[in-house]
């Protein structure tokens, strides 16, 4: 759907997103600021109202101090200016979310108990694994600890036939088993992980 009678072509497009823009003409730029001025007020007027209908509006205003434009502000300055990273407090970051890591796959191997991990490889051939051995971002392993050591139920098959451990079978088994320690720990694990890919390990990379 258009939003706005203005056109561009999918080069206009592609000279934005690639940084091109500042050696855009004034009539060029006007008209691309037309657009995004005009797209910007119809969708306004399009959700305006369904955020009051939901009784959503005073949080998106600036009626609260954690209002969303509230935010959008503050995010619209780093975006402009930039904003400083402190390494010295990423590293200690890295460093506790690393502990806090291998804590809970440390809990994970004693959930597991003595009893080796029989994983098949793509071979075909099966290799015990010692609970000592087992690497949480295996698929292999995981899928061992869940559905054959741990006894849990298989709720969806790989196009391969095997056992699914995608977010969707973790997250169900997680519900019907909300006690489990292993579970537990595999939910808190990947939620650090998450942080750590997106934000520790990526501003160190800057």
């Known amino acids: ?62 009626k609260q101090d954690f209002s969303d434009m509230r935010v959008a502000d503050k995010l619209f300055k780093m975006e402009l200016i930039g904003a400083p990273i402190d390494r010295e407090e990423i590293g200690k970051l890295d460093d506790m979310i690393v502990e806090k890591m291998s804590g809970f796959e440390r809990h994970m191997r004693e959930a597991l108990g003595s009893t080796a991990l029989r994983v098949k490889r793509k071979t075909g051939k099966i290799q015990a694994v010692s609970t000592d051995e087992f690497n949480v971002r295996s698929t292999d392993h995981l899928r061992t600890a869940l559905f054959d050591a741990l006894k849990l139920s298989s709720y969806k098959k790989t196009p391969k036939g095997t056992d699914s451990t995608d977010k969707e079978v973790i997250a169900k088994l997680i519900e019907d088993h909300p006690y489990n320690t292993f579970l537990d720990n595999l939910r808190q694990y990947r939620g650090y992980d998450g942080v750590y890919k997106t934000f520790v390990k990526g501003f160190r990379l800057q």
């Open 1 to 62: 759907k258009r939003y706005t009678d203005l056109r561009y072509s999918a080069d206009d497009i592609k000279e934005v997103s690639g940084g091109q823009i500042m050696r855009w003409s004034l009539e060029k730029l006007t008209r691309y600021a037309s657009m995004d001025s005009d797209a910007t007020r119809r969708l306004a007027l399009l959700f305006r109202p369904m955020l009051q209908e939901q009784g959503l509006w005073d949080n998106f205003e600036r």
